[in-house]
Nanobody, 123 residues
Framework: QVQLVESGGGLVQAGGSLRLSCAAS????????MGWFRQAPGKEREFVTA????????YYADSVKGRFTISRDNAKNTVYLQMNSLKPEDTAVYYC????????????????WGQGTQVTVSS
């Protein structure tokens, strides 16, 4: 069992930045592909970004490409999401997730999920 704990959410004005962190409680963190998803009120949870176990390959949703950056520090069992040029439409609960199989943009292929952290972007 892997526990994931997100932090770093908050309220920010449009154009601002936030960095989310997700700490994993496992000694085998480097064996997991990691992803970030988000869910806005009344909408389905959607893919944001993902990273391979080594950090060598990353994927982004078109809506965040060029503004968000995913990274990981396997020594600290932590994955990060740097969010720049935030827009009101980025407002959502952000979840990190771990995949035992492969890096993927598909929600159902992730095995472990955090509780989420709220990001609110005001206009």
């Amino acid at each position: 069992q892997v526990q994931l704990v997100e932090s770093g959410g908050g309220l920010v004005q449009a154009g601002g930045s936030l960095r989310l962190s997700c700490a994993a409680s496992t000694r085998t963190f480097s064996s997991y592909a990691m992803g970030w998803f988000r869910q806005a009120p009344g909408k389905e949870r959607e893919f944001v970004t993902a990273i391979t176990w080594s950090g060598g390959i990353t994927y982004y949703a078109d809506s965040v490409k060029g503004r968000f950056t995913i990274s990981r520090d396997n020594a600290k069992n932590t994955v990060y999401l740097q969010m720049n040029s935030l827009k009101p439409e980025d407002t959502a609960v952000y979840y990190c997730a771990a995949s035992t199989s492969k890096v993927t943009m598909t929600r159902r292929e992730y095995d472990y999920w955090g509780q989420g952290t709220q990001v609110t972007v005001s206009s």
